[in-house]
């Protein structure tokens, strides 16, 4: 596609459940990254992907958090059992290489745990 | 304290002034992302810098990895250019700090 696209834009949950978020990284692009605004917070990394492989899982909050990446393209961030301080924007970004390109952000997801 | 400090956090500007945006780090870094971000809108990544002086249009953006600061610079800015930019170190291994953004409104 033209662009980092990421599905859904919106999602509401009650807590306790489990959600699932998928970024479409730009054709071509081997590094994915997905970060988190939350209101007052600010921006924060969370994990990135090289290929399929995720070297640093270190800004994962919790082990309620995952990620995966399949066949170098898209991937899945899920979040289990969510708490409300779950609720924040969930960004994704790609570049062709980690590190040393440009990063281009999706429009992200904006969780809400009720 | 933040790794990563931006001033101001809010700037108005009449338009066609020019605009500076700053950034100190504490942290080792490898290169440095200003990012800007539309109210409601996505974030768009303006600079990647690892030395010296880039531009981009209106743009101007400076690094000094010595000292540890960098700046960004908007030249006859206007109205359009409202929005959050924020400034991004990045460590060795890819991960982006972010700090907390400077809000810039630009009346016309």
């Known amino acids: 596609g033209a662009g980092v696209s990421q599905s859904p834009s919106n999602k509401v949950t009650e807590k306790g459940k489990d959600v699932e978020l998928r970024c479409d990284p730009i054709?071509?692009?081997?590094?994915l990254y997905w970060y988190r605004q939350s209101l007052g917070q600010g921006l924060e990394f969370l994990i990135y992907?090289?290929?399929?492989?995720?070297?640093?899982k270190s800004g994962l909050p919790s082990d309620r958090f995952s990620a995966e990446r399949t066949g170098g393209s898209v991937s899945t961030l899920t979040i289990q059992r969510t708490q409300q301080e779950d609720s924040a924007v969930y960004l994704c970004?790609?570049?062709?290489?980690?590190?040393?390109?440009?990063?281009?952000f999706g429009p992200g997801t904006r969780l809400t745990v009720l | 304290k933040n790794e990563v400090e931006q001033s101001p956090q809010n700037l108005t500007a009449q338009e066609g002034e020019f605009i500076t945006i700053n950034c100190s780090y504490s942290?080792?870094?490898?290169?440095l992302h200003w990012l800007q971000q539309h109210p409601g809108g996505g974030i768009v990544s303006l600079f990647m810098?690892?030395?010296g002086k880039k531009k981009h249009g209106r743009l101007i953006a400076t690094i000094n990895i010595q000292e540890k600061h960098s700046s960004l610079h908007i030249t006859a800015s206007h109205p359009r250019d409202s929005a959050v930019y924020i400034c991004?170190?990045?460590?060795?291994?890819?991960?982006?700090?972010f700090g907390k953004g400077t809000l810039l409104t630009v009346n016309p």
């Open positions: 970004a790609s570049s062709f290489l980690a590190g040393v390109d440009t990063q281009y």
């Open positions: 054709s071509g692009h081997t590094a």
């Open positions: 992907f090289q290929g399929n492989s995720a070297p640093d």
């Open positions: 942290v080792g870094i490898s290169a």
């Open positions: 810098l690892s030395s």
């Open positions: 991004a170190p990045r460590g060795s291994n890819y991960k982006l700090t």
